[in-house]
């Protein structure tokens, strides 16, 4: 089944404890990217990935690490979390960087910093 | 700069009646608009697209929307909603003129649709 894949889903951790959200798909998408949804604010994207080892920032980034050595992964990493870093967090792809190409998106990790 | 506006978060209404959702945009250059549907406790689905062509679009679960490029919007219908069709809608743009990689997603609009 061609999806994107999340984890963990659930997250309590507390201020300063590095982590790290892995997202995975498997229909060899070229495009990778992550989101944060906020209530009122929508989504906003926080990094992207064009191929691997093509990395660029989105609306969102301070706070924020990733990196893309393969083409199905692309993790999150959060050196040091604060609580303004609770959210609900959604990786997406697509097949490649074409601004009219629509994304997949994974299950979502709701992540909550004590 | 690029924006999406939803300037409803709320819109009910109810079963058998027509649904519409409104988005309108602000792009530099060509725009490409999509709706995506969020049920509880899931990712997003995507519904439909207007990249070019007939500004009628037509997607997944009878939904359609319709590109106004003079009024720069983009809203989506359904001529009979479902109970089943209560969730949260998204609307999001890219553009020819925008930072390729970029969308950029309004704030949501829920939906309600009652027996």
């Known amino acids: 089944e061609a999806q994107v894949t999340q984890n963990p889903r659930y997250l309590i951790t507390v201020t300063g404890k590095k982590l790290t959200v892995t997202c995975s798909q498997n229909?060899?998408?070229?495009?990778m990217s992550w989101y944060r949804q906020d209530p009122g604010l929508g989504l906003r994207q926080i990094y992207y990935?064009?191929?691997?080892?093509?990395?660029d920032k989105g609306d969102v980034p301070e706070g924020y690490k990733v990196s893309r050595k393969e083409k199905r992964n692309f993790p999150l990493i959060l050196e040091s979390p604060s609580p303004n870093q609770t959210s609900l967090y959604f990786c997406?792809?697509?097949?490649?960087?074409?601004?009219?190409?629509?994304?997949?998106f994974g299950p979502g990790t709701r992540l909550t910093v004590l | 700069a690029q924006s999406v506006a939803q300037p409803e978060d709320q819109v009910n209404v109810a079963e058998g009646n027509p649904l519409t959702v409104k988005c309108t945009y602000s792009?530099?250059?060509?725009?490409?608009l999509f709706w995506y549907v969020q049920y509880p406790n899931r990712g997003l689905q995507f519904l439909l697209k207007?990249?070019?062509?007939?500004?009628l679009v037509k997607g997944s679960y009878g939904f359609e929307a319709e590109f106004n490029k003079s009024q720069t919007s983009f809203h989506l219908k359904k001529p009979s909603a479902l109970v089943s069709d209560s969730a949260l809608y998204f609307c999001?743009?890219?553009?020819?003129?925008?930072?390729?990689?970029?969308?950029?997603f309004g704030r949501g609009t829920q939906l309600t649709v009652w027996p």
């Open positions: 207007y990249i070019t062509g007939d500004n």
């Open positions: 229909m060899n998408h070229e495009y």
């Open positions: 999001a743009v890219s553009s020819s003129g925008s930072t390729l990689g970029r969308l950029y």
């Open positions: 990935s064009m191929n691997v080892e093509v990395t």
């Open positions: 792009v530099s250059g060509n725009p490409y």
């Open positions: 997406a792809s697509s097949l490649s960087s074409g601004e009219y190409n629509e994304q997949f």
